[in-house]
């Protein structure tokens, strides 16, 4: 059986963000394939962390329907989040999958960071979207053990 090799372009590209929106029905599915990659030790966090922001971002594609994307985003995240809360006990593939959200919670802290710099510092900030989501969620939920 021949092995698929990579083009040039290929691996150029491969670098480039992707921009083609995120299908509706896919969108969770993609969002379940790196939790599931998580529980993996030789999944480094950073590569899922970094696969989340590109389907994040692949959520923001187009301005119409991109509020819509990433509230189905979010509601897919914390469906597969709520899976490694209720697990007793603990274990360390439930550890991968919480280091991992919260790193990928505090990768729009550096956007946030950025944009800092841009607005006046007598301004307010506000939070990046997901930010507010996952924090507010957090709050409502942080006293549920076993609800879901």
Known sequence: MARKTRSKKQDKDKDKPDETPVKPDGLALAVRGVFSATQEDDVPIAKAVSQFRK??????????????????????????????????????????????????????????????????DDEPLELPEFMEWFLNWLLDHHGVSERF
Request: proline residues 6%; aromatic residues 16%.
């Open 55 to 120: 389907i994040w971002d692949r959520c923001s594609v187009d301005p119409d329907e991109a509020p819509e994307r990433r509230r189905r985003f979010f509601d897919a995240f914390i469906r597969y989040l709520r899976l490694p809360l209720i697990f007793q006990p603990r274990n360390e593939y439930v550890d991968r999958c919480l280091k991992t959200c919260c790193k990928f919670a505090a990768s729009f802290f550096q956007e946030l960071k950025d944009n800092k710099e841009k607005v006046d």
